[in-house]
């Protein structure tokens, strides 16, 4: 199982660089395709998924892609987010309304909210590549932060966990090992700007930045983590799926990374107020 685990780990970090690497319409190829197999995991949990109100969010993540395509090509002619927000809501109170009692109320929450948790969020991975200056190194700390933290927070759960953070969501967690999380998700974010500055000789004044947002978003992924735990248990479901051998499903690999993702694009867009924008799909 370890052995498993880790080849396909390694595979994920090989193809995770790739796609980071190529930006454009293979990172955002990437972005929709895993958003739309999670998508169809988190539906398939809360059993609608070949239902008419998840193909509507299948439809309305490609239609989110669209709009995140064109505003990073032609930035001053874009279709308005809201717009296919408000789509979605009005199609799927349709869906409700005509369907109902077929479709119940539990259903119309689980499909608006399984479309702002699952593309909505992980379509920032795309947008800090792509908008936020340095996006191209930026676009690694949602890793660092998510993963990164995730391994120190295992290392240091083992040699000093004691203490319990959340027994019933997760009773192998501990408040040290969260610590660690933090503080090594800090470190390797500060290092990992260090190689930045030396290889672009950008000022060191910059590595502070990349120390709050590896600790921030290794903060915040912890949530998420924990919430799609929640999840689970809510639906009496281990994983989500078996799409990556030892891992479980993309939801399963990814749900940490879903809700740190948009931290990682705002305070780096917040910091990097001063650096000039990449050109677009770099």
């Known amino acids: 199982m370890f052995r498993t685990r880790l080849i396909s780990g390694i595979v994920l970090v090989i193809l995770l660089i790739i796609t ?19 998508l169809y995991e988190l539906y398939r949990v809360m059993k609608m998924e070949k239902t008419v109100m998840g193909i509507i969010g ?50 119309l929450f689980a499909g608006a909210f399984g479309v702002l948790y699952v ?39 083992r040699l000093w966990g004691k203490h319990k953070m959340t027994p019933l969501l997760s009773p192998k967690k501990t408040v040290e090992g969260a610590v660690g999380g933090v503080a090594g998700a800090a470190i390797l974010s500060t290092l990992f700007g260090l190689w930045m500055c030396i290889d672009r000789g950008e000022p060191y004044e910059i590595l502070p930045a990349f120390a709050v947002i590896g600790a921030c978003g290794a903060l915040i992924s912890m949530v998420g983590d924990l919430a799609a735990s929640g999840i689970k248990r809510a639906y009496g479901v281990k994983d989500y799926g078996k799409l990556i051998p030892g891992h479980g499903g993309i939801l399963d690999r990814f749900d940490s990374v879903i809700i740190t993702a948009p931290i990682v694009y705002y305070l780096a867009d917040f910091f990097m107020k001063g650096y000039m924008v990449p050109p677009m799909l770099k």
Not at 20 to 38: D, H, Q, W
Not at 82 to 103: D, N, Q, R, W
């Open 58 to 107: 299948y439809i309305i993540t490609v239609l989110w892609y669209y709009c995140v395509y064109v505003h990073a090509t032609e930035p001053g002619d874009h279709i308005p987010y809201l717009l296919v927000l408000s789509f979605m809501t009005i199609a799927m109170l349709c869906c409700f309304v005509i369907g109902y009692p077929k479709y119940s109320a539990e259903m």
């Open 119 to 157: 593309p909505f969020m992980i379509s920032y991975i795309f947008r800090t590549r792509a908008e936020v200056p340095l996006g191209n190194w930026f676009g690694y700390m949602i890793y660092i932060a998510s993963w990164g933290s995730d391994t120190c927070a295992y290392c240091a759960g």
């Open 20 to 38: 980071m690497n190529a930006g454009g319409m293979v990172l955002l190829a990437t972005c929709a395709f895993i958003s739309l197999v999670g």
